[in-house]
């Protein structure tokens, strides 16, 4: 089940999209979607888009023990968004390799956490890939 609606698509034989908003006007692209652009605060000149999710791994964290349903230890990464936007998400993927600032990160949608009836909740991860 996904975290939440409209924040991602998967697609077959092609890789997972985050979807956001694009201004027709700016160029900006933000993400998740917004209603109104929050940097000119106008209504009406946004459209649905959809970018990779590629991005560089700006900083992270690593959480030892997490709350219930999340697998412990999980990883915390703010990413810069090739398309623009920042993001705050979990790495997947990341365990036995050598995180650092600026590394690549490729979208991935996996598993967030559980459900107490065992339902699994799908999300943006975010692979680092070493050079």
Excluded: C
Aim: charged share 25%; proline share 8%.
């Amino acid at each position: 089940m996904p975290i939440r609606p409209d924040l991602f698509v998967e697609r077959a034989g092609a890789a997972p999209a985050l979807v956001g908003s694009r201004d027709r006007e700016t160029g900006q692209v933000f993400f998740p979607a917004e209603v109104m652009n929050p940097s000119t605060m106008r209504e009406g000149t946004l459209e649905r888009h959809e970018f990779d999710g590629a991005g560089r791994l700006v900083a992270w964290t690593v959480i030892g023990r997490g709350l219930p349903g999340f697998d412990s230890p999980y990883a915390l990464g703010t990413i810069a968004l090739d398309a623009g936007p920042g993001f705050i998400g979990q790495l997947h993927e990341w365990r036995g390799k050598t995180l650092r600032p600026g590394m690549r990160v490729r979208l991935a949608i996996a598993r967030i956490n559980a459900e107490k009836d065992g339902t699994e909740i799908v999300g943006p991860k975010f692979v680092p890939v070493e050079d």
